[in-house]
């Protein structure tokens, strides 16, 4: 057993020991959290701050495989080593940091495969070895375990993953379809299944099962699709997404991701539930839908909902909804996702809105740091 495995082994059983020793009811609970990656990974001290004046439990960060941000830019000799020389996670390592210092719990997403696994198809094009991400995020998980020395220091633990990020987009992972024949393969999904097993099987490693406070969260869905294999920006409706990723071999995971977004532009509310041709989008009104579907195959799994919001008009006229209305809709949100006993997770997403009109105006603040009436209902929501 390797080091990680002995440590780590010990870690189980105590908590094992002390979560018999709790009562048998628990109170529902909801983890409150945000997604901002460019302003947690570019103004990172300043933004940790801004979460601790929110009371922030869990903050989502984008741990990348490859690409200019990526940790493994170079090939590794031994991919499961996290000293191995190829490996950069000084990025990541002093968020991490700053991140448990002040008591918010990282969310790191394993996204984007480096050019040397995918012949420089793209970050977002599936690797061409599913063991060698496998390998990666052992070495990410190992690096993050709690245990691991760097530089004479005991990095902190991280016990919430996520593989990838909505791969029924073809932003995240392409190609969404494939000609077989005379009909069309979901190779997504395909792709997808390999992924999630590996990120899964990795994180956890071969030597331990999944510890009690470790959890890896799959599909990290988008909540619709255009189900057009012929277009050029052909896409995969959540629901038939997972149903064909299970079918090629999405083995298991310890909890579900989904992003349920109203339809941008329209102002649908948190309880709008989408009916004739769009029924097969998956918002936060018809949620269920999804859990039911999860259900079928792996049982009754619960949800992290890792991304939602709503665009504030000003300053976007086209797709935002008045101020006072995204705080209505953030208390509802948070409202509707406490009560369902399968919901554990909700980040709204962002901190501050990105600069440029027409990208993201979700923000709980605007570009010079106002405060918007969001701010006060995030504050609102409850914790614990």
Known sequence: MSRRGVVLAAVAVTALLAASAQPAAASRYLQVGLFDDAQLR???TD???ELTKLHVQVARLTLYWGGPQGVARRQPAHPGNPSDPAYDWSAYDAIVKQLHAAGI???LGILGTPPWENKSKGLNVAPANASDLREFAYAAALRYSGTYVSG????PAVREWLAWNE????VFLKPQYRRAGSHWVIASARAYAQICNAIYNGVHSQYLGPLPDEHVACGVTGPKGNDAPATARASVDPLTFLTAAHKYGMKTFDVYAHHPYAD???SESPTFVPKGKFKRRVQLGNINTLLKLVSQYYGPKHLWITEYGYQTNPPDKTFGVPYQTQAKYLSQSYAIARKNPRIDMLLWFLV????AVGNWQSGLMTTRGKHKPAWAAYLAVPRG
């Open 167 to 170: 791969p029924n987009n073809p």
């Open 352 to 355: 501050r809105d990105e600069p």
């Open 152 to 155: 004479g220091e005991t990095l």
């Open 105 to 107: 719990q990282p969310l």
């Open 42 to 44: 570019y103004a990172t």
């Open 264 to 266: 941008i532009g329209k």
């Open 47 to 49: 933004t940790v701050a």
